[in-house]
C-alpha cells in the first residue's frame, strides 16, 4: 500500500538554524502532499501543501516543493526560531476511494535559544 | 482556529465501557474523517463519512462505529473499551467531493481507559 517515510527525529537546533526534514512517498499515483504540526498538547495544524509537480507550498517562513522524480516533499526553513518547537508530520492524500491522509511517524523538533 | 470543534476535550474511564466523542466540522463542509494517534500506532486514519453517508474505512475495530447526522456533525462510538484504547482522536473536515483536498483538524479528544 501507500506510505510515506519522514526523517527520524528528535532534532535539536539553535534558533536561526537551517532547518531541513525530508519527508519521501511512494510513487504510485499522483498524490497531493501536506505537512502538518502539531505543537505541544494541541491538536494537528496544516502548516502548507502542494497538489502538483513543481508546486511550492510556503507558510510562516517553512517551504516545501513537489518533487515526482524523487517522490519527495521535504520542509525546510531559513531560520528556525523557539516558537517552531513542536512535532511535524508529513501527509500525501492519495485520493482514490478513501481519500484519507497517510501520516508518517512525526518529526520532533526542539529549538534551543 | 480550525473551526472544527470536539467534545470532550478529555474522556476517563475504565475498561469494558462505551464512550462517544463528537465532532462538529467547519461550517460548510461536508466531510468528516476520523483518526487516532497513539504511541505506538501513531496517526491512522479510521473512518470517513460525506454527507451523512460512510465512504471509507480504514483500520477502525469492530468495536468501534461512527455516524454522521443531517446536521452534518459527526459521533465516533467506542465499546467494549480496552486498555489499548486510549489516544488521541482527531476529527477533520474538509468540503467534501474532492478526495484530496485540504483536512482542518479540530483539537482532539484525550482517551484513558483505566
Known amino acids: 500500500g501507500n506510505s510515506v517515510t519522514q526523517m527520524e527525529g528528535p532534532v535539536t537546533l539553535s534558533e536561526e538554524a537551517f532547518l531541513t526534514i525530508n519527508c519521501t512517498y511512494t510513487?504510485?499515483?499522483?498524490?497531493?502532499l501536506f505537512w502538518y504540526v502539531q505543537y505541544p498538547g494541541e491538536g494537528l495544524q496544516l502548516l502548507l501543501k502542494?497538489?502538483?509537480?513543481?508546486d511550492k507550498g510556503s507558510n510562516k517562513g517553512f517551504e516545501a516543493t513537489y518533487r515526482k522524480e524523487t517522490t519527495s516533499f521535504h520542509l525546510e526553513k531559513g531560520s528556525v526560531q523557539v516558537s517552531d518547537s513542536a512535532v511535524y508530520f508529513c501527509?500525501?492524500?492519495?485520493?482514490?476511494?478513501?481519500?484519507?491522509?497517510?501520516f508518517g511517524k512525526g518529526t520532533k523538533l526542539s529549538v534551543k535559544p | 482556529d480550525s473551526g472544527v470543534t470536539q467534545t470532550p476535550k478529555h474522556l476517563i474511564t475504565a475498561t469494558g465501557q462505551r464512550v462517544t466523542l463528537r465532532c462538529s466540522p467547519r461550517?460548510?463542509?461536508?466531510?468528516v474523517y476520523w483518526y487516532q494517534q497513539s504511541l505506538d500506532q501513531g496517526l491512522q486514519f479510521l473512518i470517513h463519512?460525506?454527507?451523512?453517508?460512510?465512504?471509507a474505512k480504514g483500520n477502525i475495530l469492530e468495536r468501534f462505529s461512527a455516524q454522521q447526522f443531517p446536521d452534518l456533525h459527526s459521533e465516533l462510538n467506542l465499546s467494549s473499551l480496552e486498555l489499548g484504547d486510549s489516544a488521541l482522536y482527531f476529527c477533520?473536515?474538509?468540503?467534501?467531493?474532492?478526495?484530496?483536498?485540504?483536512?482542518?483538524f479540530g483539537p482532539g479528544t484525550r482517551l484513558l481507559v483505566l
Open positions: 477533520a473536515s474538509s468540503p467534501g467531493g474532492v478526495l484530496q483536498e485540504t483536512q482542518y
Open positions: 510513487a504510485t499515483g499522483y498524490p497531493s
Open positions: 502542494a497538489t502538483k509537480a513543481d
Open positions: 501527509a500525501p492524500n492519495y485520493g482514490g476511494s478513501q481519500g484519507n491522509l497517510i
Open positions: 461550517s460548510g463542509d461536508l466531510s
Open positions: 463519512y460525506y454527507n451523512g453517508e460512510e465512504r
